[in-house]
Structure formats: C-alpha cells, structure tokens
C-alpha cells in the first residue's frame, strides 16, 4: 500500500492542525496504522496509532490529551493535533501494517509515507 500525508503547514503556538493520510488502497478493517514523527536533529519517534477498526488507540505521553487519531471507513487516517507547542514541531510520517493489532513501535511497520512539515512558531 501507498500512502500519502498532507496537511501540515505553519502553526502559531496553542493552535490546531488537522494532517491526513491517504492510503491507495482500502486500508480500513484491513491495516493498522500510525503516526511518527521526526523533529529537527532528532530521532524519529512514535505519536499516536489505531487499529484497524479503529476502536483501539495509543498516545504518545507527549501528545495525550491533545492529538486524536481517527480513520474513516475507507482509505484515510487524520490527526487532529490542538493546543500545538513548538516542540511538536516535526515531519510527520504515516505508517501502515496490514493486520489489525496496533502497534507503537517503529519497526512493526512496513509502509510509509512521504511526510509532511508542522511547524509551529512562538
């Protein structure tokens, strides 16, 4: 499966943000999914995932209480990200796993997209 992020953009401090991922095939009920992200001169770390009916959900700590994952019946997960601080500042990749279990670790994925720029300012 292919997938595509977009959506990001520029953020003042304490707004919201809503980035997508669209996959090219039917992904709901068929792949886990998740969200990554890489900040500058960093590592790339897990955010948040969902399971494929999308029923079972992770958060990262950083994260919790302020991003929400979500998926439609079809082919496409979003992120709704609110109350952004500068250090979400980020490329953030999709990543997909065809099964249901969801995952928090990098490495249980095998499908990636191209990623997309948030960058928030003070």
């Known amino acids: 499966v292919q997938l595509q992020a977009s959506g990001g953009g520029l953020v003042q401090v304490g707004g919201s943000l809503r980035i997508s991922c669209e996959s090219s095939e039917r992904t709901s009920r068929a792949y886990a999914m998740g969200w990554f992200r890489q900040p500058p001169g960093k590592e790339r770390e897990f955010v948040a995932s969902?399971?494929?009916?999308?029923?079972?959900r992770n958060y990262a700590d950083s994260v919790k209480g302020r991003f929400t994952v979500s998926r439609d019946s079809f082919k496409t997960m979003f992120l709704q990200m609110n109350s952004l601080k500068p250090e979400d500042t980020a490329v953030y990749y999709c990543?997909?796993?065809?099964?249901?279990?969801?995952?928090?670790?990098?490495?249980?994925?095998?499908?990636w997209g191209q990623g997309t720029l948030v960058t928030v300012s003070s």
């Open positions: 969902i399971n494929c009916y999308g029923g079972d």
């Open positions: 990543a997909a796993v065809r099964g249901c279990g969801v995952s928090v670790l990098r490495n249980a994925y095998n499908n």
